[in-house]
């Protein structure tokens, strides 16, 4: 192992204990990922409990065949988190959390239709959530599914299994799904019936005064 690996493996071991101190997930339910080559990830190994993960818990993957390069057997998830890498270069991250707001938003009967309950949703996450169908974890048919609803999004709900958000950066990443978990919060603590979220004007006002998108 060179010098410049070990110096990304202790990155990447400091930004999964972010995510316990973030409070994203509970005891070894997520798992991370990070492109540190053109062809070449880190990933959680299985089973890792991210709050104290250390290097020797690292997996090194090639991205293009989910093949390992060294250290343990990756997450049973790393199927998807290679697979969004493969379809989208620019992302670098990949973060899957069963964190404890976004959990509870899975797993009800009648899920929302519009997590856009700040201004910070749609300017993060984004303003169109995916709700992607249960599978198990693990299998080919999560795989797919995490792979096509981030072909197009930045963040998706995983029905009866938390969050899945990506981005160029490990903050760019954990910002997304910080604001997604406060909406959650906000949606469970109000309660059905009692919360509102932006209209498509307010958002298309955010969209071209916050975040530049359209023309004023």
């Known amino acids: 192992m060179t010098a410049m690996i070990a110096d990304k493996i202790e990155r990447f071991v400091e930004m999964a204990r972010r995510a316990g101190r973030e409070r994203l997930m509970l005891c070894s339910s997520g798992n991370l990922s990070w492109r540190i080559a053109e062809n070449e990830a880190l990933l959680s190994g299985t089973g890792s409990w991210l709050p104290e993960l250390t290097p020797d818990r690292v997996s090194r993957c090639r991205i293009s065949d989910g093949g390992l390069v060294e250290g343990p057997r990756p997450s049973m998830e790393s199927s998807f988190h290679l697979g969004v890498m493969r379809r989208r270069p620019e992302v670098n991250v990949v973060l899957h ?99 509102t979220t932006l209209t498509d004007a307010e958002i298309d006002d955010l969209e071209t005064y916050v975040l530049g998108k359209k023309a004023k």
Do not use: W
Not at 164 to 185: I, L, P, T
């Open 97 to 195: 959390f069963q964190s404890e707001y976004a959990t509870v938003v899975s797993c009800m009967k009648e899920k929302p239709t519009s997590f856009n309950v700040t201004a910070e949703v749609p300017c993060y996450p984004g303003r169109e959530i995916p709700v992607i169908s249960y599978y198990r974890p693990g299998s080919p048919e999560l795989a797919v599914a995490v792979t096509d609803a981030l072909a197009g999004h930045d963040c998706a709900l995983l029905c009866k299994h938390g969050q899945v958000v990506c981005g160029q950066s490990f903050e760019d990443a954990f910002q997304k799904a910080v604001f997604f978990e406060m909406a959650c919060r906000i949606i469970v603590l109000a309660g059905p019936g009692n919360y």
